[in-house]
């Protein structure tokens, strides 16, 4: 078998008809926005907070399904543009009406956390896999909120013996090529889920 790396990714921006609010809290559950990923179909959290295992089957092109395990640990930051004449005021010394007064924009970070322990069983089919998510969440108008999602995955895994008739380089390029075109579809999938419980959500 041709052990191989291959990264995918998805980028995308939509515009969520409901409010920043609303918005970020929905985007916040992770857990709840990838039961609508069609290629994930086990989530668990792990003994930290806000961290996770996602579990993933995808199949090869002769049909043989294989299964990838990622680890991430959710992170949240507040974007914050405070007046000049304010600057000098500690972080720690604002008050929570100042800071969502302030507030311009939300991020939340999906990170690769390193397994305790091996996950990865090829004669099984099994892999671990590496996400590395940002979510960029700013508020438009009223009722009106951008979205600006960037993905990146990278997982090492064993192709079969049939790709050995094609050159290596080839099979190298394909595989990162349908890596990218999978996460595309299954973010535009999950993205279009979503939107049914926000009445519409426009990518632009």
């Not at 049909?63 to 304010?86: G, H, K, S, W």
């Not at 690769?112 to 979510?135: C, R, W």
């Not at 997982?155 to 890596?179: C, D, H, N, Q, W």
């Amino acid at each position: 078998m041709l052990e191989m790396n291959a990264t995918g990714k998805s980028k995308g921006q939509w515009i969520f008809h409901g409010s920043f609010d609303r918005t970020v809290d929905y985007l916040s559950n992770h857990s709840r926005i990838l039961r609508y990923n069609p290629f994930c179909h086990k989530i668990e959290p792990l003994d930290h907070d806000d961290a996770w295992r996602w579990h993933f089957r995808v199949t090869d092109p002769q049909q043989n399904p294989f299964d990838v395990i990622f680890n991430i640990r959710q992170e949240a930051e507040i974007l914050i543009d405070i007046p000049d004449e304010m600057s000098s005021i500690p972080p720690e010394e604002m008050t929570d009406e100042m800071i969502r007064q302030y507030t311009v924009g939300r991020k939340i970070h999906w990170r690769h956390m390193p397994a305790s322990q091996t996950i990865a069983m090829p004669e099984k089919y099994l892999f671990e896999g590496k996400v590395n998510a940002d979510l960029l969440i700013l508020p438009v108008k009223k009722e009106r909120t951008k979205v600006d999602f960037d993905l990146r995955v990278d997982v090492s895994f064993l192709l079969y013996p049939a790709f050995r008739i094609v050159p290596e380089k080839v099979v190298r390029t394909m595989v990162s090529t349908g890596m990218s075109l999978i996460m595309q579809t299954a973010t535009n999938s999950m993205f279009q889920k979503i939107s049914k419980d926000f009445g519409t959500i426009r990518k632009l």
